[in-house]
């Protein structure tokens, strides 16, 4: 099954909004419109802010992980066999300065090792995490190597005072190109300056207001452009850095890059897929940023996925194909659809189509004339439109001013919107998405060469060298390189008395566990197994294998009633279910089903993740006469003694009464306002067993308060099975965008202090230790050893590390295709007591009891478990599960 799991919005998305007043659009009124309550904007427009999407707002933060799980590795339900066979996984992050709302001293000079350190630029009111007590970061722990990175470093920056200035135009300039195109007309008044289409930076002082006209060539009308003083920013002020990205934004159009969104692309070098009806722009992530001791631009390779059709082409399919219910067929696969158009390079996702609109129709535009969607497309933008009875698309968005807070409609012609991205169906045929791994998944050497390529661009181009000398800044022509270490692989412990350990290698083990007993075996007795009376003779062959290689891992498993059904429909399972389940509760319940629909698997797990409480394996009918029968057999034996409460084996943790709990929150797929928080937490000392909850919330304050009260049931949990409380308590917090951090520091952790405080004080424990961790798998940073990818347990802390945080990036995957995507750290709250080699010691040991594949993970196995159980609950069952599965890895 498809399984694309999205983040949590815990606070909603973080943005960073510059203290001046939002342009106000001019709205258009429509007949469509009023029968909503919304207004319209002329078609095409951006709501608030230029159509760059670079207006007063700026997005510096992005939800966490929405990657993908993968489908049913094999058949075998969420098997992920190989869930490390490609690297590049990552999005995109904005370009801007982080979050602020507490304060740091400005320049600051240090030489505490693992402190602030050397002269940097540090925004006044920055939100500082790393802990007071944290003087040295840095472990030394590993074989110490060298690493390059893809960032450059600024050899020389601005060190003088800039000027801002807020520039209005009057009659609204939607489009920035234009507004852009408008101001430079004055350059010899102004002198040299950057302009985003708002906000303009000087580095002389200009007059406090300066009043200019302007002739807009499209239809000669005069624009009257005023230039307004906002203020000064000396070096260490919050906006500096955001102006080092726009000069750098600046250089991008002088490349001759088109910016698609927030990014930019180069249409030019696109590559071209006619047989799947695709184009691939390559394009670049980029983002100036102040690290430990320098100011450094990280540069990521990206690609923009383009479709050769139109949302006209489709419409023209979905009526062949449907005739009578075209309207339906094409709006089911357009809604939710990201196009871009064309004429002003602008991306909106699809709402609604309006099939009672044409481009025929009329609105009223500014000054009261009365005007054809034809006529305004062909005299705003000189398109023409062909089919003048397609209907209209629709597209929301909030306007961007801080007191605006209707829904403005935006209607959109089909046949001049481009498709971007893949639909389900593309990513369900394996060929295409084989030739797309192709382009986009780049070997480090490759990747290097391109960021290298891109720098020489920058390097030679002379109007960029002519811009960077005018602010007097300077890039290195190599990337960066960076201390880093290699941690020394684990010991696996398994069942079975002597030579029952691994020592693991470059973080795989497949090979190694054929032969290993499971360190944890329940018996299985009493299962049922479900298949449809078409496939009863595949039955028998795989339940004698699957009874031959549980054997062979220690897990007795006894033969189960077998149960035949007429087809595998929902409701016939459901049928079936209800009946068995009625009578009697067994230990599992293993279903074959024919293929990976979505909504046959919803009835089984609701069925017995909620109304019948069991835990419950899928499979698929293609599955039972696999070639590799033996080695799926197996993982699938393994997976189903982890959901009856047992482990296949362990990793040493020196570290006594400790708990680790993993926390992640996925987006209900059927309620736009509703989140699932699931928490994980191990509860025993090897780390084997397991306490689980999930909580549904629309707010950041229900987050909080159930994420605490969950992590206080994990520790009664714990106290059941070692008769006393945990001393220590290490928190995994996945799913935060930058922008969130204060509030998960400030309410998230305050609370879960207050309540354990409450907890342990009244049951007279001794008082207990903690760290929260946010962990961030979305990421444009790369690294490199020799040309190639780093080696699992790869460390780095400290060069590309931030000064006003305890962090540290750990590689602790090999993948097979493409670059590695290393994970993030970020200790935001630690009294443990623990030095950062033990710290980033215990994390690395934490990827390798993911017990769903026989190698290390991206995360530490909690966080990666509460993953996976937000993502079934939030696609598949909407309902948190019953509390009777909560001390098993049912949702494995």
């Not at 290490?730 to 930058?738: A, H, L, P, S, T």
């Not at 305050?750 to 798998?777: C, H, S």
């Not at 097979?816 to 935001?828: D, E, W």
Request: proline share 5%.
């Amino acid at each position: 099954m498809s399984q694309r799991g999205g983040k949590g919005r815990g606070y909603g998305r973080a943005t960073y909004k510059q203290q001046i007043p939002a342009s106000q659009e001019q709205q258009l009124p429509h007949a469509q419109a009023s029968a909503s309550g919304g207004a319209v904007r002329k078609p095409g427009q951006s709501a608030g802010q230029p159509s760059t999407g670079r207006g007063v707002t700026q997005r510096i933060g992005e939800r966490g992980d929405g990657a993908a799980i993968g489908q049913l590795g094999r058949g075998v339900e969420k098997l992920e066999i190989q869930p490390t066979a490609s690297g590049d996984a990552g999005a995109s992050t904005s370009v801007g300065a982080p979050a602020s709302t507490s304060a740091v001293a400005g320049a600051v000079m240090s030489s505490v090792r693992g402190a602030i350190r050397g002269k940097r630029i540090l925004p006044a009111d920055l939100f500082v995490t790393k802990p007071n007590h944290i003087k040295n970061k840095k472990g030394e722990f590993g074989n110490h190597i060298m690493l390059k990175v893809n960032y450059f470093k600024l050899l020389r920056a601005t060190d003088w005072a800039l000027y801002q200035y807020h520039v209005d135009f009057k009659p609204e300039v939607d489009r920035t190109i234009v507004r852009k195109g408008l101001l430079r007309i004055h350059q010899k008044s102004i002198g040299a300056y950057i302009f985003d289409g708002t906000v303009m930076y000087t580095s002389r002082r200009l007059p406090d207001r300066m009043v200019f006209t302007s002739t807009r060539q499209s239809d000669e009308q005069h624009i009257t452009i005023t230039v307004r003083i906002v203020g000064d920013m000396l070096v260490g002020d919050a906006q500096y850095l955001q102006f080092f990205n726009i000069i750098m934004r600046k250089c991008f159009d002088h490349l001759k890059l088109k910016l698609v969104g927030r990014n930019y692309f180069d249409p030019q070098n696109k590559i071209l897929m006619r047989d799947c009806k695709l184009e691939l722009w390559p394009g670049y992530l980029s983002s100036i940023r102040q690290h430990e001791r320098d100011i450094l631009m990280c540069v990521e390779i990206t690609n923009k996925v383009m479709r050769l059709e139109t949302l006209g082409d489709i419409l023209n399919n979905c009526y062949q194909e449907y005739r009578e219910n075209y309207q339906e067929a094409f709006s089911k696969t357009v809604i939710g659809t990201v196009v871009l158009t064309d004429y002003n390079n602008n991306t909106y996702r699809i709402e609604d189509v309006d099939f009672t609109t044409t481009p025929n129709d009329t609105f009223t535009v500014k000054n009261g004339d009365k005007i054809t969607y034809v006529d305004y497309y062909k005299r705003k933008y000189g398109v023409n439109i062909s089919n003048r009875r397609q209907p209209m698309l629709v597209t929301r968005s909030k306007t961007k001013g801080r007191q605006a807070e209707e829904e403005e409609r935006v209607f959109l012609v089909p046949e001049l919107c481009r498709a971007t991205g893949l639909t389900d169906a593309m990513r369900e045929n394996f060929r295409l998405m084989a030739s797309l791994a192709g382009e986009t998944r780049l070997y480090p050497e490759m990747r290097m060469t391109r960021l290298m390529s891109f720098n020489g661009r920058l390097q030679k181009e002379p109007a960029i060298v002519k811009e960077l000398g005018e602010w007097n800044l300077q890039l290195d022509n190599r990337l960066l390189e960076i201390p880093a270490r290699e941690l020394p692989g684990e010991t696996l412990y398994f069942g079975g008395g002597n030579n029952a350990s691994i020592k693991v290698e470059r973080g795989d083990w497949s090979r190694d566990m054929q032969k290993k007993h499971c360190v944890v075996s329940p018996k299985l007795n009493n299962w049922i197994f479900i298949i449809s009376e078409r496939d009863k003779g595949l039955a028998q062959g795989f339940i004698n294998t699957l009874l031959k290689v549980s054997s062979g891992i220690s897990f007795h498993v006894e033969e189960p009633m077998k149960q035949y059904i007429p087809d595998d429909r929902p409701g016939t399972i459901n049928e079936r279910l209800e009946r068995i389940l009625s009578q009697q509760i067994p230990q599992l319940v293993f279903c074959v089903v024919s293929n990976n629909r979505s909504d046959r698997y919803s009835t089984i797990k609701k069925k017995c993740c909620v109304d019948r409480p069991v835990p419950s394996q899928v499979c698929l009918t293609k599955t039972l006469g696999h070639k590799s029968i033996m080695s799926i057999a197996t993982k699938i034996a393994i997976q189903m003694n982890c959901k009856l409460g047992g482990a296949p084996w362990h990793v040493e943790i020196p570290i006594g009464g400790l708990m680790a709990i993993g926390f992640d929150v996925c987006h209900d797929t059927t309620l736009k306002d509703k989140d699932f928080g699931a928490t994980v937490a191990t509860v025993d000392r090897y780390m084997t067993k397991y306490f689980s909850a999930v909580n549904a919330h629309t707010n950041g304050e229900e987050l909080s308060n159930e994420l605490s009260d969950n992590i206080c049931r994990a520790v009664q949990a714990y106290n059941s099975v070692n008769k006393n409380f945990p001393e220590r308590i290490v928190i995994y917090r996945d799913g935060v965008g930058e922008g969130q951090v204060p509030q998960v520091l400030e309410q998230e952790v305050g609370q879960i202090r207050k309540k354990l405080d409450e907890m342990y004080k009244n049951e007279k424990k001794p008082p207990y230790k903690m760290a929260f961790i946010i962990v961030t798998k979305r990421l444009n940073t790369r690294f490199f050893y020799n040309k190639g990818n780093p080696n699992p347990g790869t460390v780095v802390d400290d060069v590309i590390t931030s000064p006003i945080k305890y962090d540290f990036f750990i590689v602790s995957q090999k993948v097979r295709q493409g670059t590695v995507t290393p994970t993030a750290y970020n200790v935001v709250y630690d009294n443990l007591g623990l030095d950062p080699d033990k710290m980033q010691r215990l994390t690395y040991k934490l990827t390798h009891m993911y017990y769903n594949c026989t190698n290390t993970v991206r995360v530490p196995a909690p966080c990666h478990y509460a993953h996976k159980l937000a993502f079934l609950v939030s696609k598949f069952i909407h309902r948190p599960p019953a509390t009777q599965l909560q001390k098993t890895l049912y949702f494995l």
